[in-house]
């Protein structure tokens, strides 16, 4: 079956220490691949995808984010913390149907704290 | 610039009611999706509309639930006989197109909660 695993709950990390959020896939034909963000009582706003390319992707707020297709991931990367990255992250990878039609499916999500 | 509008931003109903929330695409957005949250959490998806395609329904948890989009726009999400497990917040999304290359923009969602 086709998904996206989001392996932890909840990551903490101290201010101005390096954060990454993991994520792996599961799909059928090439991956495209996004990371999503969500404050309280907010919809989710867009960080960064990977289509094709260059695997290390940058994206908004400084985060990046690597394409590893052998390990089937696409884990979140931010050099140094800031405590107003503390949001709720979600991965998201294209999967293809029969026929050729595709849509995106969501990992579960990740609580990023970052603490003072 | 304007975004993706959802209304109302909340809603309290009474259990066996019926609610219909709104949701106005980015203009020129081809494609419309439904999603459910429950409490901070995952997304669950509900349907998705595609220029003129048939709707893909795969994701409504039961017939109580329907959609429609009028004039490839404006979509809105009908619950039937609201159930308290229907409490939830409900995201509308849209992108340029379908194919999933392009990023899919949220609304705020409705916050929904049955009595």
């Known amino acids: 079956a086709q998904s996206v695993a989001q392996p932890e709950d909840q990551v903490n990390v101290a201010e101005g220490n390096p954060l990454t959020v993991k994520c792996t896939y599961s799909?059928?034909?090439?991956?495209?691949l996004f990371w999503y963000v969500q404050y309280p009582n907010r919809g989710l706003q867009f960080l960064l995808k990977?289509?094709?390319?260059?695997?290390l992707v940058k994206g908004s707020y400084g985060f990046e984010a690597e394409f590893n297709k052998s390990q089937t991931s696409f884990h979140l990367k931010k050099p140094s913390a800031l405590v107003s990255d503390s949001a709720l992250y979600f991965c998201?990878?294209?999967?293809?149907?029969?026929?050729?039609?595709?849509?995106?499916?969501f990992g579960a999500g990740t609580r990023l704290a970052v603490h003072p | 610039g304007a975004g993706v509008s959802q209304s109302p931003s909340n809603k309290v109903t009474e259990k066996g009611k019926d609610v219909e929330l709104r949701c106005d695409p980015i203009?020129?957005?081809?494609?419309l999706y439904w999603y459910r949250q429950s409490l901070g959490q995952g997304l669950e998806f509900l349907i998705y509309?595609?220029?003129?395609?048939?709707?893909?329904k795969s994701g409504l948890p039961s017939d109580r639930f329907s959609a429609e989009r009028t004039g490839g726009s404006v979509s809105t999400l009908t619950i039937q006989r609201t159930q308290q497990e229907d409490s939830a917040v409900y995201l509308c999304?849209?992108?340029?197109?379908?194919?999933?290359?392009?990023?899919?923009?949220f609304g705020d969602g409705t916050r929904l909660s049955i009595l």
């Open positions: 990977y289509i094709t390319g260059d695997n």
């Open positions: 799909v059928s034909g090439n991956p495209y």
């Open positions: 509309f595609q220029g003129n395609s048939a709707p893909d």
């Open positions: 203009s020129g957005h081809t494609a």
């Open positions: 999304a849209s992108s340029l197109e379908q194919g999933a290359r392009q990023p899919q923009h």
């Open positions: 998201a990878v294209r999967a293809v149907f029969s026929g050729g039609y595709n849509k995106l499916i």
